[in-house]
């Protein structure tokens, strides 16, 4: 504790006694300062004890005396000293009246107290707390460490929230809490996953201070350089004083050591997971376990699903290249995959295939739908990035796969869309695909002429190739469909072929035209 008023009266060496203010003694002393000037406000920084002999105070005029207290108080001072028979025997009414009125501490000091005694005192109490502070700020530090060392996070936050007397969460990169102690703590950590994520869009290291003076969190950054690797909260009632900053700057070394890996590491990795993708493509499965080994668990062993990424959009050229990459969709769609593989107890292969390219190859269970779930619904330039998904699959048909993924991202960046998986486009329908720009404007060409016809009142030829197609060419049943006689229809068979100059008779021809029906019924055509 630093030292406070009471603590100065209890110096059996300073021999001061209290003269107003007695219920304001317990008040930490930030230092000691002599001042004899009628206006000291200008130069107090506010926690200090003010020494005064009053040589140029009008100490016995009341008035003078009120204003001088209040400017004391305002400026934050917590006591007044006075030096008593230097220039008066003893401390005038009016500056007893008027600390009492304003509840300032008033300590009378013997003339044989020398002020420097009093600054020695303070002072030497101030280092022995900052002394006490730091030996238990390490003594923290070597706790947390055993704790990070031999049991994990976890029991790093245990130990945290114990010492600060309050809670501590872990967050991932994806501002998802993956951490917290006490227990409860984990819903009241949740509640602050925005402002996590706005501490995420700041370089590491970052720090914030959210709440209330009763409800006061504290977020840490954690991971070095442009790229942040998850957050740390801590929640106290108050501010935290010397020895708690120690614990919590410690733990914040601790996670990030535990969080972040070395750039040569992450290099290797990222080499050798580029060199296993190479050689399940090259249908090498048994090459690719005997390299990974048990580095990615049972991912190499199927089911799995083969994603293939790219931005929807490239970098701003203006950009610095590091902030560019930092911010890059891709690492988020990464750190997104990473995060719920991590939260599943599975495995997850992510390879940078290129500057705008990543490739992904994660099991095909719950950690792939959940990272991709928040892209379905998401046009492809609000979610940043375009992705292609294959259809659940084994080692040896790693490149059938691949050819999936990249076919769905083709389909995906066609229609805008951020996420298109391949059971859409082997659903059994072509439809899906029919929205393609390429597709309208083929069957725009192919049946203007006979929209035009229709729309002049001359009859009802769409719909009748229509009924006819979808009868395979039978010409009562179609007729039946349209309520026509086969004769009608036979006619207006007959104005098709001539407006079109294409026979009927040629499959090729009625598949296209099936097709240009199929696109309209999709998406009408405009009209002339």
Sequence with gaps: MPPTLASLLQHSALKLTVRAGEDRLDTPVRWAHVSELEDPVPYMDGGELLLVTAVTLH???????????????????????????????????????????EGLPLLAVPRRTPF???????????????????????????????AALSE??????????????????????????IAAAPDWAARRAARLTPEVERLRERPA???????????????????????????????????????????????????????????????????????????LLSGQPDHARAVAGDLYGGLLDAPFRLLVAEPAD?????????????????????????????HGGEAVLAVPDGEERLVVLAA?????????????????????VVIGLSAPTGPIAAAGAYKQAEQSLSVARRRGRALVEHEELAAGSLLPLLADDAVRAFADGMLRALYEHDAKGRGDLVESLRAWLSRHGQWDAAAADLGVHRHTLRYRMRRVEEILGRTLDDPDVRMELWLALKTTSATPLPGP
Excluded at 364 to 384: H, L, R, T, W
Aim: hydrophobic fraction near 45%; glycine fraction near 8%.
């Design 59 to 101: 100490a016995e005029d009341p008035e003078a005396m009120r204003r001088y207290v209040r400017r004391l108080v305002g400026a934050g001072v917590v006591g007044l000293g006075f030096a008593v028979g230097v220039n008066y025997e003893d401390i005038p009414d009016a500056l007893v009246d008027a600390a009492r009125a």
């Design 116 to 146: 420097l005694a009093i600054s020695k005192a303070v002072s030497a109490a101030i280092a022995a707390d900052q002394y006490r502070a730091v030996t238990a700020g390490f003594e923290a530090q070597r706790e947390l460490t055993r």
């Design 152 to 177: 994990g996070p976890a029991a790093l936050l245990t130990r945290l929230a114990a010492y600060i007397d309050g809670w501590a969460a872990l967050y991932d990169a994806t501002g998802a809490v």
């Design 205 to 279: 290291p970052a720090s914030a201070v959210v709440g209330d003076p009763d409800d006061r969190v504290e977020l840490q950054s954690l991971g070095t350089g442009r790229r942040v690797r998850g957050a740390l909260a801590v929640g106290t009632g108050a501010a935290l004083g010397t020895a708690e900053r120690y614990a919590v700057h410690s733990a914040v070394a601790l996670l990030t050591l535990t969080t972040e890996r070395s750039r040569a590491l992450q290099e290797a990795e990222q080499r050798l997971g580029s060199a296993v993708l190479r050689m």
């Design 314 to 342: 490239a970098a701003p050229e203006s950009r610095d290249p590091a902030e560019a990459a930092a911010d890059r969709p891709l690492q988020s769609l990464t750190d997104s995959l990473e995060a719920s593989a991590a």
């Design 364 to 384: 095909d269970a719950g950690a792939v739908a959940a990272a991709c779930e928040m892209y379905k619904e998401q046009e492809a330039e609000d979610a940043g």
